[in-house]
């Protein structure tokens, strides 16, 4: 099958969880024989930072870590139509610009004769829902959301069965135990800054945990501000910037363990899924301890495939019990690596975005008959996306 998919970045991971996603599952495609184009735009800005961060040198480990994977860069009046190509699918990122967004999906409705999706990894349908009303969905087959709650959402907004649940997952292929067991000492936190949506949260399960435990701990991560580099120095905890997320195995080879700190959204109003960190970590064979986080969609066996704790005292708990007991850290490990071998590798996603194509592509029935069964927020301007009152009192809480 001959596949593209718009991205905001393939080459850089930097602020960009879906890179790490997305090379997983076009390695994935390419494996299998499918014919895969990633299209990303010229000048983006996670390409940007990241040669700003690191320069050329910064590319070089994904370079040697996907040899097979390359992307074409565009200009922002590429011809859509020149870019789609005789694309069989078409999958567009929510990073898009919702010009672009528009312009594919007029081709499809125009007649396009490949099977187009929307592929939305993000919280901004609650957190920021006037920027994704900005998209015109009207010509997409469907909507591949990364988690059930926010899959949630875009039923409410009419979309029926024409969205699926595909979670992210590790590319088992780059994150797995290491060959050989090296030393291991401390903690390990990769996670970017943000916006401060959970600056508490880092203090309290993080911080101040890893500190009291008398365990040296290595962040890395972007966009930290000089008053959240002070907390951390304030902590004791050692700041390392920005790392190339094909390094992360390495990272984590040398820590007895991590710390999974959800952002804010995913805690509360989209409760049940992780950041694509959990699956790389577990991945990775490294015990990992959640601070809250429900784990609504029962991804995971909680307190068997990672710990959790409800507090910074609980967390200073299950870090000492960590520091201190082998047999537990082997046991979690273990556990995690099952699951994430049994259910949550790039192979399974792929597996899945194929059944889910297989149900649309047979037909690919006329625009004016797809048009007909469209959901309301594709077909009728008057809907407004977030007239959900109930979910719109959930946002303002």
């Known amino acids: ?155 409410r907004w009419g ?25 291991r000492s401390g903690l390990v936190w990769i996670g970017n800054w943000g916006d401060g949506e959970r600056t508490a949260e880092i203090e309290d399960f993080l911080l101040r945990p890893a500190a009291y435990a008398r365990l040296p701990l290595d962040i890395y991560g972007v966009r930290y501000p000089d008053e959240a580099k002070a907390m951390l120095a304030r902590h004791g905890a050692h700041y390392r910037g920005w790392a190339p997320n094909a390094r992360a195995p390495e990272i984590l080879a040398r820590h007895l363990a991590t710390i999974h700190v959800p952002r804010r959204y995913y805690a509360t109003i989209l409760p049940g899924i992780p950041t694509i960190r959990v699956f790389e970590a577990l991945a990775c064979g490294i015990p990992l301890v959640s601070a809250p986080w429900a784990d609504a969609e029962h991804l995971f066996r909680p307190g068997q495939d990672y710990l959790t704790a409800g507090d910074g005292a609980e967390m200073t708990r299950r870090l000492i019990a960590l520091r201190d007991d082998a047999a537990l850290r082997e046991a979690l490990v273990a556990s995690g690596l099952e699951t994430i071998r049994a259910r949550h590798s790039c192979t399974h996603r792929v597996d899945e975005l194929l059944a889910i194509v297989s149900q649309l592509a047979p037909s690919h029935r006329e625009p004016e008959a797809r048009q007909a069964e469209a959901a309301p927020a594709a077909r009728d301007p008057s809907f407004r996306w977030d007239d959900d009152k109930e979910h719109n009192s959930e946002i303002a809480a």
């Open 159 to 183: 979309w029926g069965n024409r969205v699926w649940t595909w979670h992210e997952a590790a590319d088992t292929r780059h994150f797995h135990p290491p060959a050989e067991e090296g030393e």
């Open 1 to 155: 099958m001959r596949i593209v998919y718009f991205t905001h970045s393939l080459a850089s991971c930097w602020n960009h969880g879906n890179a790490h996603f997305l090379r997983g599952v076009l390695r994935e495609l390419i494996a299998r024989g499918h014919d895969v184009r990633a299209l990303e735009p010229a000048g983006n800005w996670s390409l940007g930072n990241l040669l700003a961060d690191g320069g050329e040198a910064g590319l070089e480990p994904y370079r040697a870590a996907y040899p097979e994977l390359s992307s074409e860069s565009f200009a922002a009046d590429a011809d859509p139509e020149s870019l789609v190509g005789d694309a069989e699918l078409v999958i567009v990122h929510e990073w898009s610009e919702p010009a672009l967004v528009a312009a594919i999906g007029e081709l499809r409705k125009r007649g396009g004769r490949f099977t187009l999706l929307f592929h939305d990894t993000h919280h901004r349908a609650v957190s920021d829902p006037e920027a994704i009303r900005a998209f015109d969905l009207s010509g997409y087959d469907g909507v591949l959301a990364f988690g059930e709650a926010l899959s949630a959402v875009y039923r």
